[in-house]
Each structure stands twice: as structure tokens, then as C-alpha cells.
């Protein structure tokens, strides 16, 4: 009647791993290599079309969001051209005068 318990633990295995084999390679010579390497980038220039680069993206982003933004600004000063600040004051200079210092508007 007794039953044979068994815990497994996250993390912990009671099996044996077995090892991958690796099959020792040869090393290339530099002919070989050589070879590869512009096989490879012979093999990419005639595809023709390629897809368009990380920086290519950004930039294109970038592009758009320029042109948002003018939307943006556009949109924002054509509808309150009075909160831009049409009647600002004029500034004021100090001056020195014969009772003490005092302040005129600037020309």
C-alpha cells in the first residue's frame, strides 16, 4: 500500500543530461573563406531590392513627425492669435533722474 513518493523541485532535475556531441571541424583555409565571404555579398547585391535600413526607418519617423508638428503649429497659432500676446506691455529701462532711480518705457 505504500506508494512511492515523488517531489520534483523547480530547477533541480534527478535525471542524467546528456551531452550533445560535437563533431570536430576542420579549420578553413583563407581561400575558403574567402570564397564564402563573396558568395555572401555577391548573393545580397543581386537580389535587387533590399528592405530598408534601421536608420532609413528613423529617418523616414523623423520626417513624419516633422511634418506633424508644423500641422501642429499651424493649427495652434491660426485659432488664438490673441493668446499669443498681441497687446504685450512695452519694456522699461531704468533711468537715473534727480529725485532717484525711476523707470520710462523703452523706445
Known sequence: MAAKREIKTPGVTAEPIQEETVEPTL???????AEES???INSG??????EPSQEELLRQELEQMR????ELKKSTQTEAPSAAGA???KKRIPVLTEKG???KEAD
Not at 45 to 50: M, V
Not at 67 to 70: D, E, P, V
Request: aromatic share 4%; hydrophobic share 30%.
Open 27 to 33: 579549420p578553413k583555409t583563407t581561400a575558403e573563406q
Open 38 to 40: 563573396l558568395d555572401a
Open 45 to 50: 547585391e543581386s537580389e535587387g531590392e533590399k
Open 67 to 70: 511634418a506633424q508638428l508644423a
Open 87 to 89: 497687446a504685450q506691455p
Open 101 to 103: 532711480w525711476s523707470t
